[in-house]
C-alpha cells in the first residue's frame, strides 16, 4: 500500500519530486493526519516546488534584482543601442584625436576621433552577443553529452570523460591564439565556436554528476519499475530535477565568456575591426593611457559592470537552487 505522505508526484512522474518528497516528510513530521502530531493539514495549502521556491528567494534577494536590472539595461541597449547613443561609432574626426569630455561627447574622443560614448554603447551588442550565444552552446551541448554519459554509464561515459579531460587540458588563452589565428573573419561567430568547443566540458561534468545522482533517488526507480522508458526517464523524471545546477554555472560562466571574448579581441585574434567591441577599444587605447586615460577607463569600466553583473545573478541563483543553503 502506498504510504499516504509521499506526495502522489514524486511518485506518478517525479516532476519537482526531490523537493516535494522532503516537504511531504517534514509535513508528516510536523503533525500530518496519522503523524506524531496527528494536527490536521489546511487542503487549500499547496506545496511549492524547487523552482517557485528559489523565485519565491529571488524576488526578496537584492544581488538579484540590482544584477537583473544591470542585465536587462544592456541587453536593452545591445539591441537598441540608438536609444541612448544618436551618433555612429565609426564616425571619425581627427581634429579632435585624444580629446577629453565635451559637450555633447562626456567620455571623449579616441585616436581616430570617434565619440567613445558612442563606441562604448555599441560595443555591448558584441559581447552580449559572444556571452548568451556561446553560454546557450556550451551549457546545450554539454548537458545532453553529460547527461547521457551519466545515464547510460559505462563505455560511453569512460569515452566521454577522456575526451573531455583533453580539452581541459588546453590553456584556453593559447587555444584561442592558435584557433582564431587561422580565422579571417572578424564576426563573433568564430568567437562563439571557439569558446563552445573549450566550454562545454566543464557543463558536462556537472550535468553528468547530477544526473548520476538523480537517477539513484526512489522516485526514478519506481517509475522505471511501472515500464517508465529511457527516454521518459531522462526527460520527464531526471531533466528537471538535474537541470539546476547546469543553470547556476553556466550563468556564472556567461560572465567569464564575456570576459574572455574581451581578452582575446584585446590580443587581436577575437572580434576584429570594423566589428565594435570593449577588447578592440581597450587594445588600442592601452598604448596611450598617459595621454588620454578616458580612451581605456571607459570601456574597461563599461566591460567590468557586465561582468560583475552577471557573475552577481549566477550567485544569486546558486543560493536560491542549492538545498544545503537554505
Known amino acids: 500500500m502506498p504510504d499516504?505522505?509521499?506526495?502522489?508526484?514524486?511518485?506518478?512522474?517525479?516532476?519537482?519530486?526531490?523537493?516535494?518528497?522532503a516537504i511531504g516528510e517534514a509535513e508528516s513530521l510536523e503533525g500530518t493526519p496519522g503523524g506524531p502530531g496527528g494536527a490536521p493539514v489546511d487542503?487549500?495549502?499547496?506545496?511549492?516546488?524547487?523552482?517557485?521556491?528559489?523565485?519565491?528567494?529571488?524576488?526578496?534577494?537584492?544581488?538579484?534584482i540590482i544584477s537583473a536590472l544591470v542585465i536587462l539595461f544592456l541587453i536593452v541597449i545591445a539591441i537598441w543601442p540608438s536609444l541612448i547613443a544618436s551618433g555612429s561609432p565609426y564616425k571619425a574626426d581627427l581634429t579632435k584625436a585624444q580629446r577629453g569630455a565635451?559637450?555633447?561627447?562626456?567620455?571623449g574622443y579616441d585616436t581616430q576621433g570617434r565619440d567613445v560614448y558612442t563606441r562604448v554603447v555599441y560595443g555591448a551588442r558584441a559581447s552580449i552577443t559572444v556571452g548568451i550565444c556561446a553560454t546557450a552552446g556550451a551549457a546545450l551541448l554539454g548537458s545532453v553529452l553529460g547527461g547521457l554519459a551519466g545515464f547510460?554509464?559505462?563505455?560511453?561515459?569512460?569515452?566521454l570523460s577522456r575526451i573531455a579531460d583533453v580539452f581541459f587540458g588546453i590553456p584556453i588563452i593559447l587555444g584561442g591564439l592558435v584557433f582564431l589565428s587561422v580565422v579571417t573573419s572578424g564576426s563573433v561567430w568564430p568567437v562563439v565556436g571557439f569558446i563552445v568547443l573549450l566550454g562545454w566540458p566543464q557543463i558536462s561534468r556537472i550535468a553528468r554528476g547530477?544526473?548520476?545522482?538523480?537517477?539513484?533517488?526512489?522516485f526514478v526507480q519506481a517509475a522505471r519499475a511501472l515500464g517508465?522508458?529511457?527516454?521518459?526517464?531522462?526527460?520527464r523524471h531526471i531533466a528537471p530535477n538535474a537541470v539546476a545546477p547546469v543553470i547556476v554555472v553556466a550563468t556564472i560562466a556567461l560572465g567569464t565568456y564575456i570576459a574572455l571574448e574581451a581578452t582575446l579581441s584585446f590580443l587581436g585574434v577575437g572580434l576584429k575591426p570594423p566589428t565594435v567591441s570593449w577588447g578592440i577599444d581597450i587594445s588600442d587605447a592601452a598604448t596611450r593611457i598617459r595621454n588620454a586615460p578616458h580612451m581605456l577607463l571607459w570601456?574597461?569600466?563599461?566591460?567590468?559592470?557586465t561582468v560583475?553583473?552577471?557573475?552577481?545573478?549566477?550567485?544569486?541563483?546558486r543560493d536560491a537552487l542549492d538545498p544545503k543553503l537554505r
Do not use: C
Request: hydrophobic letters at 45%; proline letters at 8%; charged letters at 15%.
Open 4 to 21: 499516504p505522505y509521499v506526495p502522489k508526484e514524486a511518485v506518478a512522474h517525479g516532476d519537482g519530486a526531490t523537493a516535494n518528497l
Open 43 to 64: 487542503p487549500s495549502v499547496k506545496a511549492r516546488s524547487l523552482w517557485s521556491d528559489a523565485w519565491h528567494d529571488l524576488r526578496r534577494n537584492p544581488i538579484f
Open 102 to 107: 565635451s559637450p555633447g561627447h562626456p567620455f
Open 152 to 159: 547510460f554509464g559505462g563505455w560511453w561515459d569512460a569515452l
Open 210 to 218: 547530477s544526473v548520476v545522482t538523480i537517477k539513484q533517488n526512489d
Open 228 to 235: 517508465a522508458g529511457n527516454g521518459r526517464l531522462l526527460l
Open 299 to 305: 570601456p574597461a569600466g563599461a566591460l567590468s559592470i
Open 308 to 317: 560583475l553583473a552577471f557573475i552577481m545573478l549566477g550567485d544569486a541563483v
